[in-house]
């Protein structure tokens, strides 16, 4: 072995090794009780992008963009994690470190897949950090690289990068070229989506492909932002799902559209179809994924019953401000099973999920008029169903909410009002020590006298499934586990349905 190739070897160990006992010895020392109880943590330190999502060898397999030692980004590693119902992780050793020249800056976001003769490969991209422009920012270089294991240990490709400078359409950057999404065809040749942008800050989405996996060619430009959702689309991931192809970006820098997209880092439904002469994805409709506060960088992967389960990180890149004195920071947002229907993504939480209920308490047809708490209707993990009606024959009620995580100083709510079909979420009074996005809202779907939301409370966090999963929000809250209570209020005279069970997590491996 030449000295310098000895040299390169033992810094990219020198970097795992220091990561993997750096998350083991100081990772146990975080109290569970300050951890989520079915979502997975960021081990120690930072998390965002949950990547390479993929189900491997009998098992579901996480990683995620990852910072071990402190909790604010900085050179990108990967973190491992497996589940066996996607609600329970436990954590591998880390798998990725920033320790070559073209990913020295970071092992970005990417995918994984599982191939035929057993190796788990991973498809992230490497960032470089190539000096100085004239003005004094960065100037980075962006390729997509390949690494090989065995679910537990990865080797980086040594012909790594193997989509680079030369694959790239003119008039788009290096220095935006970003987070593959791979997948396998039914004649076992491989495809890509990444994220790109052109010089001018336009979006594309790019399409190659490779007969091996690992020699690359450019098939087509996928998508184009036209300069209508924000700028760059990171985090690119298109399927087939019920007749319908599935496009869905991460678009930076957006601009507030009406209570449909908010400004900021947002996320994008296409919903359309692939155009079988140019392999270009034609646009039919698109929506906004989640109309919460917390919700970036989705991934999908097909589960091996068929169902297409999509993840996210349940932070925002604009309130990460939040992530002052803590031991860790970021979450993955609940798996949500997807399907289409009427050119719009639905989404449920996993079914995985009903495993983990407990203490069913129900009540049906109850008046609601001013504020009202319910018998055995508390805490800070549940899964709570609730339908609200108007009275028959009386005046339809003004305003609907519900208050969760509360106690005498503190709470959080969702509020409902018909007259406009606004469902509003807010953390102002949840604790939060920060001027960050406190709430957001959006316009009900096709509300028509029955408003239906199921609430997942998992202690720092909350998904509202609106409907049939038309609409969902996402959001963290900092309050203390001790803010237990939950409120319904009417303006007004309601009547509700209440399905509420307790979620536990006896097998937490955290
Ligand atoms: C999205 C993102 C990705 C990138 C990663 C870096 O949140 O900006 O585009 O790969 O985070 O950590």
Not at 245 to 266: H, K, R, T
């Amino acid at each position: 072995m030449e000295p310098q190739e000895r040299q390169d070897e033992a810094q990219q160990v020198q970097k795992l090794e220091r990561a993997r006992i750096y998350e083991e010895e100081f990772s146990v020392n975080i109290p569970s009780e300050e951890r989520p109880l079915f979502h997975l943590p960021a081990r120690i330190g930072w998390m965002n992008d949950p990547n390479g999502f993929s189900y491997y060898q009998g098992r579901y397999h996480l990683f995620y963009q990852y910072y071990p030692y402190e909790p604010k980004w900085g050179p990108m590693h990967w973190a491992h994690a497996v589940s066996d119902d996607l609600l329970m992780w436990e954590h591998l050793p880390c798998a990725l470190a920033p320790d070559q020249p073209y990913d020295d800056f970071g092992c970005f976001s990417g995918s994984g897949l599982e191939l035929a003769d057993g190796t788990h490969m991973l498809m992230y991209t490497g960032v470089s950090n190539t000096g100085r422009k004239p003005d004094g920012t960065h100037s980075d270089r962006q390729v997509q690289c390949l690494a090989f294991g065995d679910g537990h240990n990865y080797t980086k490709y040594d012909a790594n990068p193997v989509i680079a400078d030369d694959l790239l359409p003119e008039g788009l950057t290096i220095e935006h070229f970003r987070d593959p999404k791979i997948w396998q065809e039914a004649d076992g040749s491989f495809a890509c989506v990444v994220g790109a942008c052109s010089e001018s800050g336009d979006g594309k989405i790019l399409k190659y492909t490779s007969a091996d996996g690992l020699k690359w060619e450019f098939a087509c430009i996928y998508a184009s932002n036209d300069d209508r959702f924000g700028t760059m689309w990171e985090c690119p991931d298109t399927f087939e799902l019920d007749g319908k192809q599935v496009l869905l970006v991460s678009p930076q820098d957006m601009l507030a559209q009406g209570d449909e997209f908010a400004s900021g880092n947002g996320t994008l439904a296409l919903i359309g179809h692939v155009d079988k002469t140019t392999g270009s994805f034609v646009e039919e409709s698109c929506h906004a994924i989640d109309y919460g506060i917390d919700f970036y960088a989705t991934q999908t992967t097909c589960a091996p019953d068929g169902r297409r389960i999509m993840v996210a990180w349940m932070q925002n890149w604009d309130t990460i401000s939040m992530a002052n004195n803590v031991s860790w920071f970021g979450q993955v947002a609940i798996p949500r099973e997807l399907s289409v229907k009427d050119d719009r993504l639905l989404q449920q939480p996993v079914r995985e999920l009903e495993a983990l209920r407990s203490n069913h308490v129900h009540y049906e047809r109850v008046r609601v008029e001013g504020e009202r708490v319910f018998r055995g209707v508390h805490g800070r993990a549940v899964d709570l169903s609730v339908r609200v009606h108007p009275v028959e024959d009386a005046a339809e009620y003004r305003e609907f909410a519900i208050w969760f995580a509360q106690d005498e100083r503190f709470h959080s709510s969702i509020r409902f009002k018909p007259a406009n079909s606004e469902l509003k979420l807010n953390r102002k009074h949840s604790g939060l020590r920060r001027d960050v996005v406190h709430h957001r809202k959006c316009t009900v779907i096709d509300y028509e006298n029955e408003l239906k939301l199921r609430i997942i409370l998992d202690r720092f966090s909350v998904e509202i499934f609106v409907g049939e999963g038309e609409q969902t929000l996402a959001m963290c809250i900092p309050t203390d586990l001790s803010a237990d209570g939950i409120c319904f209020f009417a303006d007004g005279e309601a009547l509700i349905d209440i399905d509420k069970y307790d979620l536990s997590s006896a097998h937490t491996r955290l």
